[in-house]
């Protein structure tokens, strides 16, 4: 029997932070270790473990493998959370990668030069309102289910869910005009595997502090 995944990366979101709310809504218990020095990661790399150089790296059926969406793809597939045909997966893989774009802008935000973050800020809150919640409340409301493909749970409805807890922080007005994401967002976060991992004491990780950014920093050699 195989053991737990096993998560390598810093103590914070990140990266792996998609890849922990997927396993945590399959049901899936995995272990951490968490990368705390430059050294941890240095031992990493040369032994062998990070192909490309680089984390998140998860131990998981025996193999060791990197690449976020890599590692995305294998946990769907294998937990039956990405459609049941080749077009509900073209959906699926159309509406991440359209979800991945304002992630990736929220993820960076704390990299951001205390100077320009209240710019960024106000370009981030316009595209969650004008581009990116619109074409999703639409979906919805286009065919009347509780999920966005296949009427069923897939990890779209998972990754679009953990981007509405980052809107949420980032302003909880921003949410005001999308009712049916409201509800997908509390349907979701009411499946008990889900509902535990949003549970105080899990493995779930909070907003970044500014002392967890710079040890991140230090970590991967950020300047």
């Known amino acids: 029997m195989a053991g737990k995944p096993k998560l390598h990366y810093f103590n914070g979101r990140g990266r792996m932070e998609s890849i922990r709310w997927l396993l945590a809504s399959a049901?899936?218990?995995?272990?951490?270790?968490?990368?705390e020095t430059p050294e941890d990661?240095?031992?990493?790399?040369?032994?062998?473990?990070?192909?490309?150089q680089q984390v998140p790296m998860v131990e998981i059926d025996g193999m060791k493998m990197v690449q976020t969406r890599a590692i995305l793809n294998y946990i769907a597939t294998k937990y039956n959370l990405y459609g049941k045909d080749i077009k509900e997966r073209a959906l699926i893989d159309m509406y991440i990668e359209g979800m991945?774009?304002?992630?990736?802008?929220i993820?960076?935000?704390p990299l951001c030069p205390p100077d320009q973050k209240e710019a960024k800020i106000a370009q981030i809150?316009?595209?969650?309102?004008?581009?990116?919640?619109?074409?999703?409340?639409?979906?919805l409301k286009s065919h009347g289910q509780d999920y966005l493909v296949g009427n069923r749970l897939s990890r779209a409805d998972i990754h679009l869910v953990e981007l509405l807890y980052y809107?949420?922080?980032?302003?909880?007005?921003?949410?005001?005009?999308?009712p049916l994401l409201k509800a997908l967002k509390t349907r979701i976060s009411n499946l008990p595997p889900v509902k535990k991992f949003l549970q105080p004491g899990s493995q779930r990780k909070p907003p970044?502090?500014?002392?967890d950014l710079e040890k991140a920093r230090k970590i991967f050699r950020i300047k």
């Open 100 to 105: 991945a774009d304002l992630n990736e802008m």
């Open 208 to 211: 970044i502090s500014e002392e």
């Open 41 to 52: 990661l240095d031992k990493l790399k040369n032994d062998g473990n990070l192909i490309f």
């Open 107 to 109: 993820l960076v935000l």
């Open 27 to 35: 049901g899936v218990e995995f272990e951490e270790k968490f990368i």
């Open 167 to 178: 809107v949420e922080e980032l302003d909880p007005s921003l949410m005001a005009n999308f």
């Open 125 to 139: 809150k316009e595209k969650v309102t004008d581009r990116y919640l619109p074409v999703f409340e639409k979906v």
